[in-house]
């Protein structure tokens, strides 16, 4: 249980910590929208706020006054029982409510709930709060990588800050690391905040395995490249062949062949590519063709789980051969927050570990984070397995 004092501290800390990465911004930054599955930062800004006012301010603080009515139509995101929304292409479009008036609306509900905080003890509260801290964080990530493909597909390729770090090497010698063949549980364990698709602790039989001892850098992803990998159809699933040949993919997502040299854009503007980096925006297409490549295979997330202890991970959210599903015995939660996870547990793919745009104290080694086979934007890379 946190108490209501460190819970409301850390709201404030991630309520904070959300705007200074909007800080860099110029304030057109704010509205641009290049594809669906990229959002506004302006939208973000408003959709992490909307979600405190719904779930907590508007059912649980007595006399709370909505700050604009219109904002649930505007920042609901995929919530069917709160009402309608905006369509998820068209946040873009949203010139209007002006930034200057998304902030004073973050302010406006900041100070509602350190109001109602201070004096709540409900439990039941507390963890709609937690809920919610955790909410944004998963925005502040998506904000980032959000930003990169905004700026990134701006002909001038602009930076966005010279303090993030994206493409730190792992400095260790490349080892597999061998695991036994047994029973292994598998979910959360722990009185610390999960979400319920953590839930569910399980044991799964394991096979003996190896898997790799770090990620797979940009230079043995240039040698696959170099190898023509793109290009030999017998790496690929069908469906990730077609994907290849439908959108003219021969690289990883921003890389940019610049007179036989390869650079790529990261936040701090196009640079040469490190070779010794862990190479990243990868489609789960392109990881499971690659392992194919190696003569090796994408870990499950089961295997994942079993050997984490054994390495280092967090810079990359690595692609696993396992389908998101749900774990034995789970069970949507009732109302609006049932929408949170279930509702998804179908045609995608299981990533874990985290990567560099993932906040501090939000990610853990059975976050079970989750998109579509062809969805790059993402710090996405991989570990290998046999």
Known sequence: ?????????????????????????????????????VSPPKWHLGHSTWFFEEFILKPHAQGYTIFDTDFSFVFNSYYETVGKRVVRADRGNLSRPSVEKV???????????????????????????????????????LLLTDIKYILGNN?????????????????HEMDWISVDEGIYDIGHNADSFCYDNELGRHKVYLHSYK????????????AFIDAGGY???????????????????????????????????TLN?????????????????????????KGCRLPTEFEWEAAQECFPWGKRWEWTESAYLPYPGYQKADGALGEYNGKFMVNQKVLRGGSVATPKKHTRSTYRNFFQTGLRWQFTGLRLAK
């Open 1 to 37: 249980m946190i108490l209501t004092d460190s819970l409301l501290d850390f709201f404030l800390e991630t309520r904070q910590h959300t705007e200074n990465i909007c800080e860099p911004l110029e304030i057109e930054d704010y509205v641009v929208q290049p594809i669906a599955d």
């Open 231 to 265: 290009k030999k159809f017998d790496l690929w699933h069908a469906e990730g062949w077609d994907w290849v040949n439908a959108n003219n993919i021969s690289a990883p997502l921003y890389w940019h062949d610049v007179e036989g040299t390869w650079q790529h854009y």
């Open 103 to 141: 902030y004073a609306y973050r302010d406006h509900v900041t100070q509602a709930i350190k109001n109602f905080f201070t004096e709540n003890q409900d439990q039941k509260v507390n963890d709609l709060l937690e809920i919610g801290i955790h909410h944004e964080k998963q925005h502040q990530e």
């Open 269 to 293: 503007g196009l640079q040469k590519i490190d070779g010794d980096a862990p190479v990243t925006h990868l489609s789960y297409y392109e990881a499971f063709a690659f392992a194919q490549w």
């Open 211 to 222: 898997i790799a001892n770090k990620l797979v850098t940009n230079s043995e992803y240039i």
């Open 155 to 171: 002909p001038l390729l602009p930076k966005y800050s010279e303090g993030f770090e994206e493409h730190s090497i792992e400095r």
